[in-house]
């Protein structure tokens, strides 16, 4: 590549191209899982959001959910990373992209000894807000409970999935 190539291939400023480094991002820590926000909706018209999440050893990972408004993709960069959707697990490897749309009763945990690295994407951008409430609360010394995960949950158009593995539900009146 010469020397002007390279020129017209970098950012310009104001041409509206996002690039984020290996060091830059936002990063919000959950307990075992370090996120890094690398594109927040801010840059896409809200369309898209893009995180990595690191998940450390035998991470259980949320409870199973739904969301209402958005599809929610999962590109495994590194490890193993089970993936529980409804009542079937899918235990996948680096390379294995897994995508949920909206509705679908789904989960993920790494239940091995080694970290997984995986990149996920939100279409559109707004749950990428949830993981900074719930890094607030933390920060703020409230316990994330079931309960108070599943009302920050809410707030995002997204839900507990109450059915059981045997597809019984286990709703309170």
Do not use: C, W
Request: no cysteine; proline share 9%; net charge negative.
């Amino acid at each position: 590549m010469t020397e002007e190539e390279a020129k017209t291939s970098e950012p310009q400023a104001g041409s509206g191209v996002s690039v984020v480094g290996p060091g830059d991002g936002e990063t919000i820590v959950l307990g075992t899982t370090r996120m890094r926000v690398l594109e927040d909706g801010s840059r896409t018209g809200h369309r898209l959001a893009i995180a990595e999440s690191v998940l450390a050893p035998h991470t259980q990972g949320p409870p199973q959910h739904r969301h209402a408004l958005h599809d929610e993709g999962f590109y495994v960069l590194s490890g193993t990373v089970r993936f529980t959707v409804g009542a079937e697990e899918y235990d996948v490897t680096a390379g294995t992209l897994v995508m949920v749309p909206p509705g679908t009763p789904h989960t993920f945990a790494n239940p091995t000894g080694q970290p997984a690295v995986m990149l996920s994407t939100f279409t559109p951008d707004l749950y990428v807000q949830y993981f900074r409430d719930l890094q607030g609360a933390l920060a703020d010394g409230r316990p994330l409970t079931p309960r108070a995960t599943g009302e920050a949950m809410r707030e995002y158009a997204t839900e507990p999935a109450t059915e059981t593995m045997h597809g019984n539900d286990e709703r309170t009146p």
